[in-house]
């Protein structure tokens, strides 16, 4: 099966800065969400998945990316907004998320990546209850750019959860 | 200039255990009665090794040890000493007291000092007076005397042979010179005539006047290697020789320095009472260490497979730049990438082979185990070992070597019966254990057989009914009965024995030994015996694979555990209402589970005539994967899933395919455990004779 | 500077030695016991050969001896690494021809010392 789809590095899409932090935006059912940019990895078309048995719905299963196995997450189901069929530009953002054990390596399926912006610390507001669909937990903060509203991930946070974490108390 | 020597200390360590290992398996080979001399010889030599090396270090409280059990060694060697049992038991204990030491320096860890000192005192006492404590001066060293300077005449005259020994005159001259002022005067009349000349001896004599602050015995030390082959005459000479211009006379070349550093080797002491004398768990020498000894054989095997792979790496490049390929050129192409094939294939069973050392690393510490415990359980047991060459993955031997003790322990505690009672049995009064490795298919078996008292099985079902493993009544085969004893918590032992038995042995064993990917199982028969049977893949990294298909997804299935592949007969099905399907196989029913439910993928046909039973097995039970289609069998690189994810229940593992999509490698046990959870059957097994016979 | 021949069945020795004195500029040859030594004397002009005693397979004083035969190794300086409790050792090693001793235990400086004692 080969990659109709092209891997962008992250360093094709960097605009020269010296400012606070680079933040990679991308949408999800409409809404703009950021993640720290020395986090991502790269950035992939979607291509087939391997299914994984017996787990939640949102992992879609793993991939394999230059030798090591990689579980794929799929935002909407996980947030529980409708599902899109996958197509041309659905993409793959895989990231470097920390854990107790170490860094893990993890995909996530998202509708388009958007840009990258400068943002300062400053510039990222407490987010309050607004009735996104992500849960508030997994938001570090609200940012402003072009008059549009970023959300700011914590995806440690969000991806480091008891369910991608725990063994199976089957397997005994 | 100072020199750190201390990186030299691992390598110290290393062979030190070693030495240890040696010493201990040569005293246990002694025979008391007619010591073979070669054998104390190489004991000693290990033992004198390891003083030498420890003083060089500056672990003096080791070299001071050993110092003692070296003497005895020596005159065991020299005949002056009897060996006897006595003296063999306290130098293995000895040997056990030293690798603490070592270990606790190793590691700086804490040390039982009063086993230390205790033994000592017998090592003391077995050698018949005050241990001589640390005599390891360095060469004779005089503090400079103040004494004032002198004159000092010195008559040297070499033997003829002198040279012969690359003693050099000149170098001699050279060291006094550094005491003080010297001058010669050569007496040439010794001479003979130049055709008697034998330019290789020496005919020179001198007369020497030194004026130094040094004494006679720092003089003396300058011509100590030549002591037997000269004629010396050192006195004091009055008179005045050159103009006194006493300055500073050149320092001596300091041939006495304290030794390096002592390292603390009297960590605090560890509160212990002195009764009882817990054995200290024993680390293996090749213990966790990161690093591996590889024979320079293998090495080279390697840089020439390296090599090859290069050259069919540039041919293959030449024949793709082709500007056009024709049919001749594909054909080189396709030779090419045979070829490519055997190399990588080489390259990796070399690179393998690396990890491979002989199971012989885990077997040495046995000899020594089943002689201390039978002899504690007062029993008369032999222990037999052989497939010692047998290789394997140094990890997997590093971990294979606890369960491994636990298995014989269990052996000579309650397999081997007492004399008394094999008497009774007409047995021979000597029980055996015999250990035994081989290569079988791609694995390593590993068999621990003793002709004991074998599974008492009346008494396991017992307990398993009392525990609630089994119903009583229930029809249940040997295997079954057999395989309960690996169950947690179990232990049929009457009363608990420090040794083993308390119940939390086999079935950490077990769990111990899948966790390398392997099994253990056990066949016993009452009064002959149990054979316990470990088998272990030959490398935790490669797995041999039949590919399966499952509607759109590939499954790997271990080889090792398929016992056969068949097409569906509908008159061999039989369905238990409530239980599931099982599958008449020769003279047994084997439980059919079909892959797409459990892991809940779409298959191409649900109907089990349209696929394939592959029938595998896990630990003495059998069930049928019910599969589309097979693929075919290689070889897969292991990937782990829980790098990145976690573990998955009836998974072991990722590989990636030919094409780059990834693959789940199942695990046999595993799914089976899922299997049985979803169906609410508990013992599926059981369902053969008596409902599925209805 | 000099070429030197070290001769030791514990690696640690060796590689102590060898250390020590390729820090002092000088080049070092090792060898696990005799046998391996004489292998590499052969051929090789060793301007030192530094030997522990007891070894297996061909010990220090064989060597000695053997050296001794060989018409490059005549006059060589060779020296046993002894200890106090092989002392009759160094009469047995002078007797085969070797030139001095070092005792052991003995730590680097003094290593040094006694080469250029001897190496001038």
Redesign the interface.
């Known amino acids: 099966?080969a990659e109709t789809n092209q891997t962008l590095e992250v360093g094709d899409m960097m605009s020269a800065s010296d400012e606070g932090q680079q933040y990679l935006t991308f949408i999800l059912a409409g809404e703009e969400y950021g993640v720290d940019i020395l986090r991502v990895q790269e950035i992939k078309g979607w291509d087939?998945?391997?299914?994984?048995?017996?787990?939640p719905e949102y992992?879609r299963?793993?991939?394999?990316i230059r030798?090591?196995?990689?579980?794929i997450i799929d935002m909407r189901i996980r947030f529980d907004i409708e599902q899109l069929a996958y197509g041309p530009t659905t993409v793959v953002i895989v990231l470097r998320v920390q854990g107790e054990n170490g860094d893990?390596?993890?995909g996530v399926v998202v509708d388009g990546v958007s840009d990258v912006y400068n943002m300062s610390d400053e510039d990222i507001k407490d987010a309050p209850d607004f009735g996104s669909a992500v849960d508030t937990k997994f938001v570090k903060g609200l940012a402003t750019v072009n008059e549009k509203m970023v959300i700011i991930l914590d995806i440690d946070h969000m991806l480091n959860s008891q369910e991608?974490?725990?063994?199976?108390s089957?397997?005994? | 200039m100072s020199i750190d020597i201390s990186q030299f200390l691992v390598t110290f360590y290393e062979e030190s255990f070693e030495g240890l290992e040696i010493m201990e398996s040569e005293l246990l080979n002694l025979d008391v009665g007619a010591a073979d001399n070669e054998t104390i010889n190489t004991i000693f030599r290990a033992a004198h090794s390891i003083k030498g090396g420890s003083g060089t270090f500056g672990l003096n409280a080791v070299s001071d040890f050993t110092h003692v059990m070296e003497t005895l060694l020596d005159e065991m060697r020299d005949g002056r000493r009897q060996v006897t049992q006595e003296g063999v038991n306290i130098l293995l204990s000895s040997v056990d007291v030293l690798r603490e030491m070592l270990t606790a320096l190793r590691d700086s860890a804490e040390l039982n000092v009063q086993r230390v000192a205790a033994t000592k005192q017998q090592l003391d006492t077995l050698l018949g007076g005050d241990a001589v404590s640390s005599e390891e001066k360095p060469q004779a060293e005089q503090a400079p005397v103040e004494s004032s300077f002198q004159l000092w005449a010195i008559d040297f005259r070499p033997h003829l042979d002198m040279l012969r020994t690359g003693n050099d005159p000149v170098r001699m001259f050279r060291e006094l010179s550094d005491l003080g002022e010297l001058n010669a005067t050569v007496d040439v009349s010794g001479l003979p005539a130049w055709d008697e000349l034998e330019p290789e001896e020496s005919y020179l004599n001198w007369k020497l006047a030194l004026d130094s602050d040094k004494d006679e015995a720092d003089i003396r030390e300058v011509f100590e290697w030549v002591d037997d082959e000269c004629d010396l005459n050192i006195h004091q000479a009055a008179g005045l020789f050159v103009e006194a211009q006493h300055e500073e006379a050149a320092p001596v070349q300091p041939l006495a320095t304290p030794p390096i550093q002592d390292k603390t080797d009297t960590v605090a002491a560890v509160g212990t009472n002195a009764g009882s004398a817990k054995e200290p768990a024993r680390k293996p020498t090749a213990s966790g260490d990161t690093s591996i000894r590889v024979s320079i054989d293998k090495v080279d095997e390697l840089i020439n497979m390296v090599g090859e792979l290069v050259i069919t790496q540039s041919m293959l490049s030449q024949y793709g730049e082709a500007e056009k390929i024709d049919t001749a050129g594909i054909e080189r192409l396709r030779d090419g990438l045979g070829q490519l094939e055997r190399n990588t294939r080489e390259l990796q069973e070399s690179v393998m082979r690396i990890r491979m050392l002989p199971i012989s690393f885990a077997f040495q510490r046995f000899p020594r185990l089943v002689h201390d415990l039978s002899s504690k359980l007062e029993k008369n047991i032999q222990l037999k070992m052989s497939g010692e060459q047998t290789e394997l993955d140094k990890t997997v031997m590093e971990k294979i070597g606890d369960p491994l003790v636990h298995l014989v322990r269990n052996s000579l505690d309650h397999g081997i019966e007492k004399p008394d009672v094999r008497r009774e049995k007409g047995k021979p009064e000597q029980g055996t254990v015999h250990l035994n490795a081989f290569h079988q298919g791609g694995n390593i078996v590993i068999e621990i057989i003793d002709d004991g008292a074998g599974l008492n099985k009346d008494k396991i079902i017992e307990k398993a009914v009392g525990r609630g493993l089994l119903v009583e009544g229930e029809a249940v085969s040997d295997e079954q009965v057999h395989d309960l004893i690996f169950h947690a918590g179990f232990s049929t032992a009457d009363t608990v024995s420090d040794v083993s038995g308390r119940g939390v042995g086999m079935d950490v064993v077990r769990k111990n030994i899948r966790s390398l990917g392997g099994t253990v199982e056990v066949t016993s028969k009452v009064d002959i015996g149990s054979t316990f049977t470990i088998r272990l893949p030959l490398t935790l990294a490669i797995l041999d694979g039949q590919l399966v298909k499952v509607g759109t997804?590939t499954y790997i299935v271990p080889l090792i555990s398929i016992i056969e592949s068949l097409q569906v007969k509908m008159d061999k099905v039989n369905t238990v209402s409530g239980k599931g399907e099982v599958y008449r196989l020769r003279d047994e029913y084997i439980p059919v589970v079909r892959l797409y439910h459990?892991?809940?993928?779409e298959p191409d046909g649900r109907e089990l005539t349209t696929g394939l039973l592959v029938v595998v097995e896990a630990e003495g039970e059998k069930v049928a994967l019910f599969v589309d289609d097979l693929f075919g069998q290689q070889q897969v690189v292991i990937?782990?899933?829980e790098?990145?994810?976690?573990?998955?229940?009836?998974?072991s593992g990722?590989t990636?395919l030919g094409?780059?999509?990834?693959?789940?490698i199942l695990d046999v046990k595993?799914l089976m455990?899922?299997y049985q959870?979803q169906t609410p059957a508990r013992d599926l097994y059981l369902v053969k004779s008596s409902d599925a016979a209805a | 500077m000099a070429t030197i021949l070290a001769v030791d069945d514990s690696a640690s020795m060796r590689q102590m030695v060898a250390f020590t004195l390729k820090s002092a500029g000088h080049q070092v040859t090792e060898a696990c016991d005799g046998q391996d030594a004489l292998k590499k004397a052969k051929g090789n002009k060793f301007s030192l050969v530094l030997s522990d005693v007891n070894m297996p397979i061909m010990d220090g004083i064989a060597l000695i001896k053997e050296l001794r035969a060989m018409g490059d190794y005549k006059f060589t300086p060779i020296l046993m690494l002894t200890t106090e409790s092989t002392g009759e050792k160094k009469q047995e090693g002078k007797a085969a021809g070797a030139t001095g001793w070092i005792v052991k235990p003995f730590n680097p400086d003094q290593l040094l010392a006694t080469i250029k004692k001897v190496l001038g």
């Open positions: 099966m087939s998945v391997t299914h994984i048995p017996n787990t992992v299963g793993v991939i394999n030798g090591t196995i990689v579980p893990r390596i993890m991608l974490n725990e063994v199976d089957v397997v005994e | 997804e459990v892991f809940d993928v990937k782990s899933l790098t990145n994810f976690k573990k998955v229940g009836g998974v990722a990636i094409d780059g999509t990834v693959a789940l595993g455990g899922l959870k």
